[in-house]
Structure formats: structure tokens, C-alpha cells
């Protein structure tokens, strides 16, 4: 998917690159509240791109930004967006 945004404005580029083979990726974005899984063997990046959120005693302002290894299941309160990336290691079996 291709956005644009009106030149005039400020713009945030977000990037997500992972290496070909050895991990796959997904970025996207996630109203709050928001209740969020991280699987097994899985990195969960988020960064508030909007509002302000709170995690745990935490509360994060707009370009904060938190890391969570899996598994695990975090609550996300507040009003606001997340643009949230999901790293997870490839498993390659290969024959004896």
C-alpha cells in the first residue's frame, strides 16, 4: 500500500527492513485502546504516532516508543495510534 500526504505538511517515515531469509516482518497501524500478542519468537516494536498512550505505569507521548519480546500480551490504555512492527526469526530446517 502507497500513501501520500499533502506536501505542505509534516510527514514521518516509518521503514521496516528485515533480512531476506532470516526474518519476516510487519508494520501497521493500531487504534488505542488496544490489547497487543506477541507470539514465541517474535519482536513487537511500537511508536505513538498520535495522542498519548499508557502502558503498564508507563505513559508515552507521541514519537515514544516501546520494545517487547514475545510471547507475552500487553494492555495499551489511552487515546491514540500506534504504528506497530512485528519482527519474527525464520526457522530453516534443513535435511541430514
Known sequence: MVEAVDVGSTGLDLNLMTR???????????????????????????????GQVRVGEDVLDRLDGLQIEGPATVSVSGRGLLAVVRVSAITVVRPP
Do not use: K, N
Request: glycine share 10%; proline share 6%; net charge neutral.
Open 20 to 50: 531476506r531469509g532470516a526474518a519476516e516482518g510487519r508494520l501497521g497501524i493500531v487504534p488505542v485502546p488496544a490489547t497487543l500478542e506477541i507470539a514465541v519468537r517474535e519482536t513487537l516494536v511500537a511508536v505513538v504516532v498520535a
